[in-house]
């Protein structure tokens, strides 16, 4: 019998015959902004397709999800596929645990059936929904892994759909969001797309408006740019006059607003009565009367009744209203929805008074759209709660995200008390699950940003801290309730890495984007500052500390490795072998404290025996080039490593790092790896798509 391993396809229910293995050679670039992490995707990684025959056993594929391909390996296949020292490192079940919910950037419904429905989320793709908004798929056949900035759809042929990417440019489905094609000719590469706008009436005429308007006449075929970027800025906003496309606006991230009354092919500037160099995130054109136009920016909403030649501000003003979205009922366009990061407003003149008609204060509303067809039926995207869903015109409002998972997942921890007790730190606060991941909560109170560090308190695990942006923050309640315990200046600190000790659990280390490590010995009352590498630009980006003498600590860093052993009062690099590597995690073999792994930026893994004094590359079986976020070793059998890379999954090591195998999650970024102490066959990957769990087979 012939078996060809071919890859794993993780498209949501496409379908998969055979056995399917990927084995990856890839890169991908990492970069910091301001200290906080972003990332740039290559090309399709290329495949090494292997042929194995005599295989004695079957591959018996197990349906844990539908969405997560599975499967269970017999023992005898196990070794005729691999050596036998790796037996116990074998993908097997990976499934796709949540939590629901995450950052929704664009939204889209079907003009004809509405109840079909199209959002685009952060680093996940695009969502669709057959049934308004009560079930979502994924609808992401050929598409980069990358985040969706932008979608809409042909208004005479609704299958027809155009998404605009955050790196990848423009992308296009002519049958629903089944699969996509790219549509990129004559564009920069890795371009932006921040709004697209298709001509009513000859539908094959298109915009899209990023650092630079592109126009095509032939639904996306080919393109031309017909104004340039505006210095230093981009353009947010694009909308097309619906009863004379001809007529186009664009929005500036800084210079106000244009006007093209000839398709594109000159353009002024009507700014008149906005305010100096105005964000302009938002506009509308009234159908009705096509010379009055609304448009959001950060000092509120603004109203012109000619055509954009003068613009007046709403007599209620309230910052970045309209800049979430503006919407009309089609029957009585004086009625409008407007809404900002806070809430939604109802204005029954024009725009001239708002009244905010919900709360959603701790949703941070990004866009809003209203059923076509049902005018009191409302979806708000949000960053921090997904999808919401008003049937009475915005007046209470019910989550929609049953099977949208979007959350990307920075940091993990399991209650030292209750393995099955998992709390994911994400991109939109902190989530917490009970039961292994079945269900999630989030548990947000008193916390409203993105999380990038978390750790809980060993002997007291109801305590947990997290490192944000800016802050860190305590909660004593099990994550209900949280207060600030940290901060510095916006702007001009990040906190991108938390420790704890686990022998003194009072005692905390919190690294910067700047250089410095901030240390607690009471809890998070009081605190020292103390510099690792502040002289030079350096982002802290992990922080280990040796339980067995928890005065020593590593900080792995964007300028490599540096070492304390008194606490973290000083600081001195360890990069022997390892000079100009950025390193982006570092973790301690718990039994023999002196095995050291780094996990690097496009250099792979490296291992030191003796307390970092040198380094070896141990990156036989790696991708090329593979840049290495997060490493985690089993703590009953260290010689067994996992390594998360950046779009390559996971690979795994039994024999402490001289070999390596890929071990799921193909195409996928993975963060954070955390292994279940009593029993290390059990473990969770948080992604930049959401948590996975994995129960190995026996």
């Not at 050596?83 to 995450?102: C, K, Y």
């Not at 938002?282 to 954009?308: A, H, W």
Request: hydrophobic letters at 35%.
């Amino acid at each position: 019998m012939n078996i060809i391993v071919n890859e794993i396809n993780t498209d949501k229910k496409k379908a998969i015959s055979g056995i399917e293995i990927l084995f990856v050679s890839a890169f991908m670039v990492f970069a910091t902004t301001s200290g906080c992490r972003s990332n740039i995707f290559p090309e399709s990684p290329s495949l090494n397709i292997l042929t194995l025959t005599k295989a004695p056993t079957t591959m018996i594929k197990t349906s844990i999800k539908p969405d997560i391909p599975t499967f269970t390996l017999t023992t005898s296949l196990t070794r005729s596929l691999f050596p036998t020292e790796i037996d116990s490192v074998l993908p097997h079940n990976w499934r796709d645990i949540g939590p629901e919910g995450g950052e929704i950037t664009s939204i889209a419904i079907d003009p004809i059936t509405s109840s079909n429905l199209y959002v685009g989320t952060m680093k996940r793709g695009v969502f669709k929904s057959t049934d308004g908004g009560n079930n979502w798929n994924y609808a992401n056949i050929g598409l980069p892994n990358d985040s969706i900035t932008s979608l809409v759809i042909d208004p005479t042929s609704p299958n027809t759909i155009f998404v605009g990417t955050f790196s990848n440019g423009m992308f296009k489905s002519i049958n629903g969001g089944d699969d996509w094609i790219a549509i990129n000719d004559n564009l920069p590469i890795n371009i932006v797309v921040n709004a697209i706008a298709i001509d009513p009436k000859t539908t094959s005429t298109l915009y899209f408006a990023g650092f630079g308007v592109y126009k095509s006449i032939n639904g996306g075929d080919d393109w031309k740019v017909v104004l340039p970027g505006p210095g230093y800025n981009h353009y947010d906003a694009l909308s097309i006059d619906p009863n004379t496309p001809t007529t186009i606006y664009v929005g500036t991230n800084g210079d106000g607003l244009y006007k093209s009354i000839n398709s594109g092919e000159t353009w002024s500037i009507e700014s008149a009565g906005l305010p100096d160099k105005s964000v302009v995130c938002f506009i509308k054109v009234d159908p009705s009367t096509p010379n009055t136009l609304y448009t959001g920016t950060i000092k509120g909403l603004f109203i012109s009744v000619n055509g954009g030649e003068y613009w007046k501000p709403s007599n209620t003003i309230i910052p970045y209203a309209g800049c979430a979205g503006i919407e009309m009922d089609s029957l009585n366009t004086n009625i409008l929805y407007i809404a900002n990061y806070g809430g939604v407003y109802k204005s029954t003149n024009g725009g001239k008074n708002l009244v905010k008609v919900s709360n959603l204060n701790d949703y941070f509303i990004t866009k809003l759209a209203i059923d076509p067809h049902d005018l009191k039926t409302i979806y708000a995207g949000t960053v921090y709660n997904g999808m919401m869903k008003s049937t009475n015109g915005g007046q209470t409002w019910i989550d929609a995200n049953n099977d949208l998972q979007s959350n990307v997942i920075t940091s993990l921890a399991l209650n030292p008390k209750k393995y099955n007790t998992v709390l994911a730190g994400t991109s939109t606060g902190v989530y917490r699950s009970e039961n292994g991941g079945t269900e999630w909560k989030a548990i947000n109170n008193g916390l409203r940003r993105r999380v990038n560090g978390l750790v809980l308190n060993p002997l007291n695990p109801a305590t947990i801290y997290v490192s944000s942006m800016g802050e860190v923050y305590k909660s004593i309640n099990n994550g209900n309730n949280w207060v600030s315990v940290l901060s510095e200046p916006e702007g001009e600190c990040c906190f991108n890495s938390l420790a704890i000790d686990q022998n003194k659990p009072n005692t905390l280390y919190a690294g910067t984007s700047n250089g410095y490590v901030h240390i607690s010995t009471n809890g998070g009352i009081e605190w020292t500052k103390n510099e690792i590498c502040s002289s030079i630009r350096c982002v802290i980006y992990a922080l280990a500390i040796d339980n067995l003498n928890s005065t020593t600590l590593y900080a792995s860093t964007n300028n490599g490795l540096y070492k304390s052993t008194n606490g973290g009062t000083d600081w001195r690099t360890i990069n022997n072998n390892m000079e100009n590597i950025g390193v982006h995690t570092i973790v301690i073999d718990t039994l023999s404290p002196d095995t050291l792994y780094a996990g690097t930026e496009r250099g792979g893994v490296f291992k030191s025996t003796n307390g970092g004094r040198d380094w070896f590359n141990m990156e036989n079986g790696l991708p090329q080039n593979a840049t290495i976020l997060s490493l985690s070793v089993d703590p009953i059998n260290p010689n067994t490593i996992y390594a998360g890379t950046l779009g390559n999954g996971i690979f795994a090591s039994s024999d402490g790092g001289k070999n390596w195998l890929f071990f799921g999650l193909n195409k996928t970024d993975i963060a954070t790896i955390v292994i279940v102490p009593n029993n290390p066959k059990i473990i969770y990957a948080g992604t930049w798509f959401g948590v996975f769990s994995l129960q190995i087979m026996e």
